[in-house]
């Protein structure tokens, strides 16, 4: 059944939707990537998705049940590349592993740092590039026992060179565990729904 976006309206004023009437099906095993311009309402649509702002109209269901009922199944990537700058990476995943009840060993934690290219697993994060520190974070979605995962701007500070190889290696991974949502300004590879936000402007 995966996850789905009923007449969804989503925004921070009931009178003033910023997208409305979202309706679409997202099947586990499958990624939907939500593009569009700066201030077309990614961010808030997300949000709203992983429970952290209400629906002004409409509903989001997972498995036919309402999505809160599911909260610590979501794993949310926020936008913005904020890490504490004195733990190292493996320490970071570990942690984030352990917020979803996971114990995650340091071989664990290793092998995923490896996969999204972090080559210094022992260095302080506040002493990575901030594009470094973006695959740190993404390494911990590898490591979490969730099953939605909602990923805002998931390529941002990534370099264009590695951007669509490092979206595959992760995709590939969540989509085994449920389903991905994700943003973006553009339309990306390795996605089985691309929907432009365009459509749900008032
Ligand atoms: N907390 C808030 N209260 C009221 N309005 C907000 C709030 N946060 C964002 N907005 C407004 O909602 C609209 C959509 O913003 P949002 O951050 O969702 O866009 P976005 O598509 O993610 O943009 P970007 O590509 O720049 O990250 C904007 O007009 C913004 O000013």
């Known amino acids: 059944m995966g996850l789905e976006l009923k007449e969804l309206s989503v925004g921070y004023d009931r009178n003033l939707p910023i997208l409305q009437d979202i309706g679409l099906r997202i099947e586990k095993g499958e990624a939907a990537n939500f593009y569009g311009y700066n201030g077309i309402g990614k961010t808030t649509l997300l949000k709203t998705v992983a429970t952290f702002i209400r629906p002004l109209k409409g509903q989001i269901l997972y498995e036919g049940k309402p999505i809160t009922n599911f909260r610590r199944r979501i794993f949310f990537l926020p936008e913005t590349v904020d890490v504490p700058s004195r733990v190292t990476p493996i320490e970071y ?110």
């Open 93 to 202: 995943v570990r942690a984030v592993a352990s917020l979803y009840g996971t114990r995650v060993d340091e071989n664990r934690a290793l092998k995923a740092l490896k996969t999204v290219g972090v080559a210094t697993p022992r260095v302080p994060l506040g002493k990575l590039s901030q594009g470094m520190k973006r695959r740190v974070q993404l390494s911990a979605s590898l490591l979490v026992e969730a099953e939605i995962f909602v990923l805002d701007d998931p390529l941002v500070a990534v370099d264009e060179e590695s951007k669509h190889e490092l979206l595959q290696t992760i995709l590939e991974s969540l989509k085994e565990k449920g389903v991905v949502i994700m943003s973006s300004r553009e339309k990306l590879p390795y996605c089985e729904l691309n929907v432009d936000l365009k459509e749900f402007r008032r």
